[in-house]
């Protein structure tokens, strides 16, 4: 990259929790960018994704609230039934205005948001799913000078989320779950 | 050539000059999808287009205000919310002579249709008044009618049983083609009202405010104004009901309020 990455969006649906609790256990603490987590699920009476995650990581987890502020060295999870946006302030707002592509939150508008705010310091991670959400959102990251990176659709559990996105862009990368680690350990987290 | 945030700011200054609605507060990222999504639905080709035709055709004023702000509700809307207030709200109200309830950004009524079956459910609500009121007259056209579409039923009445409901949700309905109606007793204690969260004034002492999912589409600044207009509005040990993501932690009166439990619950203890 030719500008120190700031943040990383991560963005997946059926198959991605699994691809998570392989990554984040792998990264190493502290992180000198933000992460963000948007993921497809159910709206489940309780938001326990936090809770199932910071016990596998060092790094702070939190689940956002709105206006929290973006702070390098955490993990932000997107809450279930909202869309989340980000301010050029660094701040994140919520939005739930309806379904983007049948989806609340919706990787699109996270990836577009950040795209607009970050510019060449964001890389935009695709995970598992079965759903054509993200493959726009890619595009706009990469459009503002940012990095897109896809699962290897043969390492996902299902493929057609990476497979699109690939399809329509021109990726950068294209890992599995353990380069994505070495690469966010070796060359992103500095 | 002035970039896309320019061009925003000015046509919201056209809109608080010509129409006195005031949208410069409220939160840039939001704002501008919505914007965006109008353009597009529109066929605008770029911002000075709508720009133009708000400037020029007054009737287009409530397509943008309806398609701007964000009218996404439901009935028992995260039914652990609304256990709450059944279970730690409503039964401490209760000993009150009168209940006056303020649903602040209502939208299409749903929330305070809600409300009135809890109310009726604990016997309160012929002593209770509910205002409700919302920027965008449209929305209150619907909600005072109170029709809902029956394709909904099913989810609402799941959210209702979850949210400690026991009775049979559509005895509080009659259905016709595709639509339900709620029992009109329901509305009888309801008062629609337009009132802008960014430029009116407190007009009454509530025992609760609830304005769930506003405050997200608000910058801090705004936030904060807005929370105060609460403080304002609530009488000794009221209770203020934000949205599942919102938050008094960036504001000022948050000293004054004590949050009752996990749900977005806080009481003015001072």
């Keep these: ?190 | 050539m002035i970039n896309e945030e320019e061009e925003i700011e000015l046509l919201l200054n056209d809109l608080f000059e010509l129409y006195g609605y005031d949208f410069t507060n409220y939160s840039k990222a939001s704002l501008k999808r919505r914007i965006t999504r109008l353009c597009a639905l529109d066929k605008f080709t770029n911002y000075t287009q709508l720009r133009y035709r708000l400037r020029t055709d007054t009737g287009y004023l409530k397509r943008f205000v309806e398609e701007i702000t964000v009218n996404v509700t439901e009935m028992f809307r995260d039914p652990l919310f609304y256990r709450s207030l059944r279970e730690d709200v409503i039964r401490r109200l209760a000993a009150k002579p009168f209940i006056r309830i303020w649903h602040a950004g209502c939208s299409t009524g749903e929330e305070v249709y809600s409300m009135a079956i809890l109310l009726q459910e604990a016997n309160l609500l012929q002593k209770s008044l509910l205002y409700a009121t919302d920027l965008n007259p449209s929305v209150l056209d619907k909600a005072r009618k109170g029709v809902f579409p029956l394709t909904h039923m099913k989810q609402y009445s799941e959210n209702y049983i979850a949210s400690g409901g026991t009775e049979d949700f559509s005895t509080y309905y009659t259905a016709h083609y595709g639509q339900v109606k709620f029992d009109a007793s329901l509305a009888e204690k309801m008062i629609f009202s337009m009132h802008n969260l960014v430029s009116d004034r407190s007009f009454n002492e509530f025992d609760l405010i609830l304005c769930r999912n506003v405050l997200i589409y608000f910058d801090k600044d705004l936030q904060e104004r807005v929370l105060k207009l609460f403080d304002d509005s609530l009488g000794p040990l009221g209770y203020l009901a934000l949205g599942t993501k919102e938050t008094l932690k960036f504001s000022s009166i948050q000293s004054r309020f004590k949050q009752t439990n996990r749900e977005k619950i806080w009481q003015k203890i001072r």
């Design chain 1, 1 to 190: 990259m030719k500008v120190p990455c700031e943040l990383i969006v991560i963005g997946g649906s059926s198959g991605s929790i699994e691809v998570l609790l392989k990554l984040l256990p792998s990264l190493k603490a502290p992180l000198s960018l933000a992460i963000i987590l948007v993921l497809h699920r159910k709206n489940s009476v309780e938001s326990t994704m936090a809770e199932l995650f910071s016990g596998r990581t060092g790094i702070p987890v939190k689940e956002v609230e709105d206006k929290d502020a973006v702070e390098p060295g955490t993990i932000y999870i997107a809450p279930a039934d909202y869309h989340l946006l980000i301010e050029r302030e660094r701040a994140f707002s919520l939005d739930s205005s309806e379904k983007i592509n049948f989806s609340r939150p919706s990787l699109d508008v996270t990836f577009e948001s950040a795209a607009e705010v970050y510019g060449p310091s964001l890389v935009g991670v695709i995970l598992s799913g079965a759903n054509a959400d993200g493959t726009n959102g890619l595009r706009a990251v990469k459009r503002a000078g940012g990095m897109i990176i896809a699962q290897k659709p043969e390492t996902a559990q299902v493929a057609y989320m990476p497979e699109q996105a690939i399809s329509h862009n021109t990726m950068d990368f294209i890992f599995d779950v353990s380069e994505l680690a070495t690469f966010i350990n070796s060359t992103l987290n500095r």
